[in-house]
């Protein structure tokens, strides 16, 4: 079924993104300002039963995949029923994590058929993932990566580059790609409220490319699946690829069929969006929700919330913070 989800640029949106919680067990200083944030109360949160019913409502109205996300969705009590409910409605689902917790789900990933996992891991160096997350974990984390992997999930690496911080690991990555069916995937910074964004601190799709290229020498231009988020590629003998997701100097919005659904069940037509719509409420009084889904997509700007020249501090602060966006 093709998606009735048509923004008024003509791009139809069928991939949801669900955010299950704000809360997370890791502490990353780009994600999560240092002051923390003000945690959503509970009452304001979708119970499981609201996410199932809302994702249907976008289901029926031609949502194919659903991606779900945090804060960490692991932590979130009953995830085991929650995503095969999910898988019930017949759409692919995949999961961003950290990782932490994810060995304790593979087998019921297994069974679903949930096999596409993004982790979060910004540093190879344990002592760096201590100082970025402001936990320990890091053996747990690449434990559980090495099992995923071990068991042919998909799995794709989510690095966010920040000079000072980890670009200096750029090649490191790539090096996994080498005997392993692993994905690399690149983010440039991106400014959030309390993030203390400066594009000073940034790595560009340019510069990684030329990093990689300098080590590996042949780099190899992919075919980007359709509404791909990220220019992709593979060196040349390698079994893995990376992709560098250019927010900030490429941006790949022309292509875009992406929705996200905050936990407290507001939906964002884009993640810079500062405008969101309120779909839970109206789902809690008993209301179909589709045309409210159908009128929302009407108000979505062609490229990054209408900051298509710049990145505007007085935008992106007026935004949520990426914990409680969802990643």
Same mark, same amino acid.
Request: glycine content about 6%; some cysteine; proline content about 2%.
């Given at each position: ?127 760096? *993932?201590?100082?970025?997350?402001? !936990?320990?974990?890091? &053996?747990?984390? $690449?434990? =559980?990566?090495?099992? /995923? ?104 919005? *022309?292509?875009?069929?992406?929705? !996200?659904?905050?936990? &407290?069940?507001? $939906?964002? =037509?884009?993640?810079? /969006? ?54």
């Amino acid at each position: 079924m093709s998606s009735q989800i048509v923004d008024r640029f003509g791009r139809p949106h069928s991939y949801l993104r669900i955010s299950l919680t704000d809360r997370c067990n890791l502490r990353c200083f780009y994600c999560m300002p240092e002051d923390g944030i003000e945690l959503m109360e509970k009452p304001s949160i979708m119970t499981l039963e609201e996410i199932i019913g809302i994702a249907k409502s976008f289901n029926d109205l031609g949502v194919d995949t659903i991606r779900l996300t945090g804060g960490e969705p692991l932590i979130r009590k009953n995830f085991e029923y929650l995503i095969q409910e999910l898988a019930n409605l017949g759409v692919t689902l995949k999961l961003t994590t950290n990782g932490i917790l994810l060995d304790r789900f593979l087998d019921l990933f297994d069974s679903i058929g949930l096999r596409k996992i993004n982790i979060s891991l910004d540093t190879l160096d344990k002592a760096k *993932s201590v100082f970025i997350t402001k !936990r320990d974990y890091y &053996d747990r984390i $690449m434990n =559980n990566i090495q099992s /995923a992997s071990d068991r042919n999930f998909h799995i794709k690496l989510n690095v966010v580059l920040i000079k000072g911080v980890n670009e200096a690991e750029i090649n490191d990555f790539i090096a996994l790609t080498k005997d392993q069916n692993i994905d690399i995937k690149f983010i440039e910074f991106m400014p959030f409220k309390g993030n203390k964004w400066d594009w000073s601190k940034g790595v560009s799709q340019e510069e990684i490319r030329s990093t990689v290229g300098q080590k590996f020498g042949e780099v190899l231009p992919l075919d980007n699946p359709k509404h791909s988020t990220s220019v992709n590629f593979k060196v040349a003998g390698h079994q893995g690829t990376f992709g560098i997701v250019s927010t900030i100097t490429n941006p790949f919005c *022309s292509d875009c069929n992406r929705i !996200r659904l905050t936990a &407290d069940g507001k $939906m964002k =037509n884009c993640l810079f /969006a500062n405008s969101e719509t309120d779909l839970l409420t109206s789902f809690r009084a008993g209301n179909d929700i589709r045309d409210l889904i159908l009128n929302s997509i009407q108000s979505k700007k062609y490229s990054r919330d209408g900051m298509e020249l710049k990145m505007d501090s007085d935008h992106y602060e007026n935004n949520r913070s990426m914990t409680s966006i969802g990643g």
